[in-house]
């Protein structure tokens, strides 16, 4: 069950930085999807949607638990037609770069996996991430502006064209869609999987870390 909450984690540390061939969108605002994350919180935690803050902890402050995100996660799929991460940043570490490279023998995190989430996260985080610290003390980072942030990193890869007529007509769809004004098919995104991998490649390519 941890790794449920992992794999929203390794979203929900996504900054706006990524590669591809996608465009930055503007039919979907980022106070737009912050209110559906509140949303899609409020509904699988039970809570009044208007006492969730974007610096909220899903975990400490809002009392989520792993599998929470599963629903958290599916609703907001639904509601965007995108794909999140069903796999979090250190399984990708360790099927790229090799096993252990991460997580060591006692699931605690490597000094190597520390200095890359360091690069990805910043250093504004309510607790130091260092060598040696297990991989509960993750989870509770998940913020809800996080959870944000990860979805608008998916939605701007917007394709420029429609994969299915070629033209450059989105247009919003009913809810918080994104359609082709021309032939009517829906918008395609990068996953949150690729996306993470992608990121990897950029920073190996420059840090050389592994």
């Known amino acids: 069950m941890l790794r449920h909450a992992l794999c929203a984690w390794r979203s929900a540390i996504l900054k706006k930085e990524r590669g591809?061939?996608?465009?930055k969108q503007n039919l979907i605002s980022e106070a737009t999807v912050l209110e559906e994350v509140k949303k899609a919180i409020a509904q699988t935690l039970k809570v009044e949607k208007e006492t969730i803050q974007s610096e909220h902890s899903l975990m400490r402050d809002l009392g989520a638990e792993s599998l929470d995100f599963l629903d958290i996660n599916y609703r907001l799929e639904q509601a965007f037609g995108i794909?999140?991460?069903?796999?979090?940043?250190?399984?990708?570490?360790?099927?790229?770069?090799?096993?252990?490279?991460?997580?060591?023998?006692?699931?605690?995190?490597?000094?190597?996996?520390?200095?890359?989430?360091?690069?990805?996260?910043?250093?504004?985080?309510?607790?130091?991430?260092?060598?040696?610290m297990d991989m509960d003390e993750i989870p509770p980072l998940i913020t809800v502006q996080g959870m944000t942030s990860v979805l608008?990193?998916?939605?701007?890869?917007?394709?420029?064209?429609?994969?299915?007529?070629?033209h450059?007509?989105?247009?919003?769809?009913?809810?918080?869609?994104?359609?082709?004004?021309?032939?009517?098919?829906n918008a395609t995104f990068t996953d949150g999987d690729t996306l993470t991998k992608e990121w990897l490649a950029k920073v190996q390519e420059e840090k050389k870390i592994f």
């Open 20 to 23: 591809g061939d996608g465009m």
């Open 83 to 132: 794909k999140t991460a069903r796999h979090f940043v250190l399984e990708h570490i360790e099927e790229m770069f090799g096993e252990g490279t991460a997580i060591d023998e006692n699931s605690q995190l490597t000094e190597k996996a520390i200095a890359l989430l360091k690069i990805r996260m910043g250093d504004n985080l309510p607790v130091k991430l260092s060598p040696g």
């Open 152 to 166: 608008m990193e998916i939605l701007d890869t917007l394709p420029e064209k429609c994969t299915s007529c070629g």
């Open 168 to 185: 450059s007509e989105w247009t919003p769809d009913k809810g918080q869609r994104i359609k082709c004004g021309s032939c009517g098919a």
